[in-house]
Nanobody, 125 residues
Framework: QVQLVESGGGLVQAGGSLRLSCAAS????????MAWFRQAPGKERELVAT????????YYADSVKGRFTISRDNALNTVYLQMNSLKPEDTAVYYC??????????????????WGQGTQVTVSS
């Protein structure tokens, strides 16, 4: 059984920064892609960023390109999301998710088989 535990959410002013962490256990971490999704009230869950098992390939949603950076430390079984220049529209619950590595990036929530409990990020204007 895979367990994902997120941390690092909170309240920040617009223009500020936060770093989210997701600690994983229960599988060979480097064999699996990791992703961050977010879900705002009344909206569908959307992909923010994903990273392949070796950390060499990343994919970002257009809305966060240039502001967010996903990274991973396979020795610590942890994936990170550095969020800079935060905007009020970034307010959401952020979820960590995992799936087996693949040639193509997977952007749909249903393609991921394990999820964390989520962490709230609130950006005030």
């Amino acid at each position: 059984q895979v367990q994902l535990v997120e941390s690092g959410g909170g309240l920040v002013q617009a223009g500020g920064s936060l770093r989210l962490s997701c600690a994983a256990s229960g599988r060979t971490f480097s064999s699996y892609a990791m992703a961050w999704f977010r879900q705002a009230p009344g909206k569908e869950r959307e992909l923010v960023a994903t990273i392949m098992g070796n950390g060499g390939r990343t994919y970002y949603a257009d809305s966060v390109k240039g502001r967010f950076t996903i990274s991973r430390d396979n020795a610590l079984n942890t994936v990170y999301l550095q969020m800079n220049s935060l905007k009020p529209e970034d307010t959401a619950v952020y979820y960590c998710a995992t799936r087996p590595n693949s040639v193509l990036f997977r952007t749909r929530a249903r393609d991921y088989d394990f999820w964390g409990q989520g962490t709230q990020v609130t950006v005030s204007s």
